[in-house]
Nanobody, 126 residues
Framework: QVQLVESGGGLVQAGGSLRLSCAAS????????MGWFRQAPGKEREIVAA????????YYADSVKGRFTISRDNAKNTVYLQLNSLKPEDTAVYYC???????????????????WGQGTQVTVSS
């Protein structure tokens, strides 16, 4: 089992920045692809960004390209999401997720993620 714990959420004004962290524990290893998802009230959970286990390939939803950056530090078993130029429509609960053996083809796919964190709230005021 793998446990994921997110941190770094909060309230920020439009145009501001936040950095989310996701710390993994348990049966961790660098063979996991990692993703960040978000869910706003009344909406489905959607992918925001994902990163291959090697760190060499990343995926971003069109809505966040150029504003968000995903990265990972395998030595610390931690994944990060840098959120810049935040907009009110970015308001949501952000979840970290792990996908064992994820490939370039599968890391954008929500149903392929096995492990999930509890989420951290990001609120962007206008």
């Amino acid at each position: 089992q793998v446990q994921l714990v997110e941190s770094g959420g909060g309230l920020v004004q439009a145009g501001g920045s936040l950095r989310l962290s996701c710390a993994a524990s348990g049966r961790t290893g660098s063979s996991y692809a990692m993703g960040w998802f978000r869910q706003a009230p009344g909406k489905e959970r959607e992918i925001v960004a994902a990163i291959h286990s090697s760190g060499d390939y990343t995926y971003y939803a069109d809505s966040v390209k150029g504003r968000f950056t995903i990265s990972r530090d395998n030595a610390k078993n931690t994944v990060y999401l840098q959120l810049n130029s935040l907009k009110p429509e970015d308001t949501a609960v952000y979840y970290c997720a792990g996908q064992p053996g994820g490939t370039i083809a599968t890391i954008p796919l929500r149903l392929r993620y096995r492990y999930w964190g509890q989420g951290t709230q990001v609120t962007v005021s206008s």
